[in-house]
């Protein structure tokens, strides 16, 4: 929440967040499978009840200039449903990060009618298909793995056939995959020709962000809003 409350100072249009799932079904903002590598918990996020993950201190190892700055500082590990709450006004592109988080995700989507705020993607191509299952056209989602691929091949081939899903608005991708470019001209081209938006994750660098621009993505995911905010 510490994090994505300085986002939000900065003027982003949606926060990117990764979903996990608490023993109890509750939706967590959380990367990792195992706790420990950032909070004083220890074992699978899965293994512990929403209650118990709220006890946890969640800036408690995240190091800084040889130091622990977040310890002791209240910062937690949010629900999803809290953190829609906070940011009524923002739009959310979730990571779902294993399968127990489908049926959940899907649930709160219809409780809250969150269909226009939020783009689901995963790198689960059964997850998305399960997602899309539930919840119809309605829900936006990006491009599974096979999506992608077929993206980038339809992008070699000038467009030649529509490589995305119906409920597919977004290619989410990195600029290159073990060394060879994804994020072309073409590949832009393409997306754009079927009407969908072209993300580039995760973009840290000022140079790097200003090229992307001018190649014509339309979403920039980066760790530091505060330059690309300050070069739009």
């Known amino acids: ?20 799932v608490s023993s ?4 967590h903002c959380f990367h990792d499978s195992f706790l420990d590598r950032t909070t004083n918990g220890v074992g699978p996020i899965g293994s512990l009840t929403a209650r118990d993950l709220g006890s ?22 949010p629900t999803f449903a809290s953190v829609l709450e906070a940011f009524p006004e923002h739009g959310f ?4 990060k294993n399968d127990g988080v489908v049926k959940p995700l899907a649930q709160l989507i219809k409780e809250r009618d969150l269909e226009s705020r939020l ?12 997602l899309r299952e539930i919840c119809g056209r309605e829900i936006a989602t990006s491009t599974g793995p096979g999506e992608t691929v077929r993206a980038i091949v339809a992008g070699r081939l000038e467009g030649a056939f529509d490589p995305f899903g119906s409920t597919t608005v977004a290619l989410q991708v990195p600029v290159s995959w073990y060394g060879v470019p994804v994020v072309t001209k073409e590949l832009v081209e393409v997306a754009h020709r079927f009407e969908k938006l072209v993300h580039v994750w995760t973009i840290n660098e000022g140079y790097e962000i200003i090229r992307l621009i001018d190649l014509g993505v339309d979403g920039i995911i980066t760790d530091r809003p505060d330059l690309a905010s300050s070069l739009m």
């Open 1 to 20: 929440m510490f994090a994505f409350e300085h986002a939000a100072a900065y003027g982003v249009h949606f926060i990117e967040t990764d979903l996990r």
């Open 24 to 27: 109890d079904g509750v939706l």
């Open 56 to 77: 946890l201190d969640a800036g408690y190892r995240h190091r800084l200039d040889g130091g622990y700055p977040f310890r002791g500082e209240g910062i937690g590990i």
């Open 93 to 96: 592109v979730v990571d779902v």
């Open 119 to 130: 783009v689901v993607g995963s790198f689960s191509t059964p997850r998305l298909l399960r």
